[in-house]
């Protein structure tokens, strides 16, 4: 028997109204919002009621996906469903720490929170952008990044695809030049240049907000963007750190692999994460958590496997 692995969405995957369909139809996951809302009124509100734009918004984004994605994994262990393992993407690692054990709700909240305003606060530092670039190796991706001053690969997807961050200026030329070689480069749907140098005084603030708060060993194997590795020494330079590192996400998925994972869920909104594992490896099941519908196909076709 396989094990099951929770992976926690990154920015960029929230749409409106995300999180509705689980808080009616899971009194756990509706616990979730009332607990994230009383330690930031309206939180629920924007996830089910906000506009993309307001969304969109870096220091709304990062609480209301972490709710969200609380609120899934809630609903799951409602019905019998738990984690051998988990990993998070970007501010999803936060989610994964919280459910890991390695703090409480409220610490995790707290973390996102300030992790999203300090993102917030480093992007408008500077014009920068993001984008995803497609149908060209890691390599050819570094070889291109290093022709421009500020383009950096910083997220490393699944095979054949590598995200950049890059100022802003900067993301034409870098996209033509992708397209030269062969490739796509497709905007991402972010306002920063995240995980690259442009996020380093976030990643000194985040290092303050950590040293005032407990963060124990995670109570499972947790994977590191920073390393793609199950965590191990210091947990909080780990997460201050992944703040202005690339994302090893493939990496982090083969160990998974290798570690027993056979089925991969992903919670919060969208299914992007599912895609990206599917490119990775099509031999294990992958299954989304955005609705009604997703959960009931969960528990019937995962609980008991």
Same mark, same amino acid.
């Given at each position: 028997?396989?094990?099951?692995?929770?992976?926690?969405?990154?920015?960029?995957?929230?749409?409106?109204?995300?999180?509705?369909?689980?808080?009616?139809?899971?009194?756990?996951?509706?616990?979730?919002?009332?607990?994230?809302?009383?330690?930031?009124?309206?939180?629920?509100?924007?996830?089910?009621?906000?506009?993309?734009?307001?969304?969109?918004?870096?220091?709304?984004?990062?609480? #209301?996906?972490?709710? /969200?994605?609380? @609120?899934? *994994?809630?609903?799951?262990?409602?019905?019998?469903?738990? %984690?051998?393992? =988990? +990993?998070?993407?970007?501010?999803?690692?936060?989610?994964?720490?919280?459910?890991?054990?390695?703090?409480?709700?409220?610490?995790?909240?707290?973390?996102?929170?300030?992790?999203?305003?300090?993102?917030?606060?480093?992007?408008?530092?500077?014009?920068?952008?993001?984008?995803?670039?497609?149908?060209?190796?890691?390599?050819?991706?570094?070889?291109?990044?290093?022709?421009?001053?500020?383009?950096?690969?910083?997220?490393?997807? #699944?095979?054949?695809? /590598?995200?950049? @961050?890059? *100022?802003?200026?900067?993301?034409?030329?870098?996209?033509? %030049?992708?397209? =030269? +070689?062969?490739?796509?480069?497709?905007?991402?749907?972010?306002?920063?240049?995240?995980?690259?140098?442009?996020?380093?005084?976030?990643?000194?603030?985040?290092?303050?907000?950590?040293?005032?708060?407990?963060?124990?060993?995670?109570?499972?194997?947790?994977?590191?963007?920073?390393?793609?590795?199950?965590?191990?020494?210091?947990?909080?330079?780990?997460?201050?750190?992944?703040?202005?590192?690339?994302?090893?996400?493939?990496?982090?998925?083969?160990?998974?692999?290798? @570690?027993? *994972?056979?089925?991969?869920?992903?919670?919060?909104?969208?299914?992007?994460?599912?895609?990206?594992?599917?490119?990775?490896?099509?031999?294990?099941?992958?299954?989304?958590?955005?609705?009604?519908?997703?959960?009931?196909?969960?528990?019937?076709?995962?609980?008991?496997?």
């Amino acid at each position: 028997m396989g094990k099951i692995a929770f992976v926690f969405a990154g920015q960029g995957a929230q749409f409106p109204g995300m999180g509705q369909e689980l808080a009616q139809c899971s009194q756990a996951a509706a616990d979730i919002f009332a607990k994230v809302d009383a330690l930031r009124p309206g939180t629920s509100a924007q996830c089910f009621g906000g506009s993309e734009e307001e969304l969109k918004e870096t220091k709304n984004t990062q609480p #209301c996906m972490f709710a /969200v994605e609380l @609120a899934s *994994a809630a609903a799951l262990a409602e019905g019998g469903i738990k %984690a051998d393992m =988990a +990993a998070g993407f970007s501010l999803g690692e936060i989610a994964a720490l919280t459910y890991t054990g390695a703090v409480d709700l409220e610490t995790g909240f707290h973390l996102v929170c300030r992790r999203g305003e300090l993102m917030q606060a480093a992007a408008e530092e500077q014009p920068t952008a993001m984008a995803a670039v497609l149908r060209l190796s890691n390599e050819m991706v570094e070889e291109i990044c290093a022709q421009f001053e500020q383009v950096y690969p910083v997220n490393y997807n #699944c095979p054949g695809q /590598v995200s950049v @961050a890059c *100022a802003k200026e900067q993301l034409a030329p870098f996209s033509a %030049a992708v397209k =030269a +070689a062969g490739g796509r480069a497709l905007p991402l749907k972010v306002r920063g240049g995240f995980h690259s140098p442009f996020m380093a005084s976030a990643a000194q603030g985040f290092a303050q907000v950590l040293s005032a708060c407990t963060v124990n060993a995670p109570k499972m194997p947790l994977y590191a963007n920073r390393t793609g590795q199950v965590y191990d020494g210091d947990p909080k330079q780990l997460l201050s750190q992944q703040i202005s590192s690339p994302v090893r996400w493939e990496t982090i998925v083969r160990n998974m692999i290798a @570690a027993g *994972a056979d089925t991969f869920l992903e919670l919060g909104p969208g299914k992007t994460l599912c895609g990206l594992i599917e490119k990775i490896d099509q031999t294990v099941k992958t299954y989304a958590l955005s609705s009604k519908e997703d959960l009931e196909k969960i528990l019937k076709e995962v609980r008991g496997c």
